[in-house]
């Protein structure tokens, strides 16, 4: 787990450098989101998306196109609101005004 762990942290130089990049596996795809993003049903890696802060906050957390929306939404360290929610459209878009969010595309099996 420390490992893992320390992972996620390490996808912040990418993230800050404009690389895109992104930790896979046979259940999930995990990678960090600082700004908008769109994700397409049929190009998702499973069937459930997680959004957990990895920051102390991300603020104006708006989801649209998901099973649980959000509009300009404070999720904090701590809280699980953001955990296996699901594309109800062919798209759903993530927006953040400030902080940065852990995505975590994963399915239950294969």
Known sequence: ???ALANIHILTYALESGIP???LDSYN?????????TLYK????GKYVSLIPLTTTVEG???TGFKYP?????LSIGKSLGISNELMQNSATIELRNGILIVIESKDSL
């Open 1 to 3: 787990m420390d490992h």
């Open 21 to 23: 990049c992104r930790i």
């Open 29 to 37: 795809k995990i990678y960090l989101v600082n700004n908008k993003l």
């Open 42 to 45: 049929d190009k998702v890696y």
């Open 61 to 63: 957390l708006t989801l």
């Open 70 to 74: 959000l509009s300009d939404y404070c």
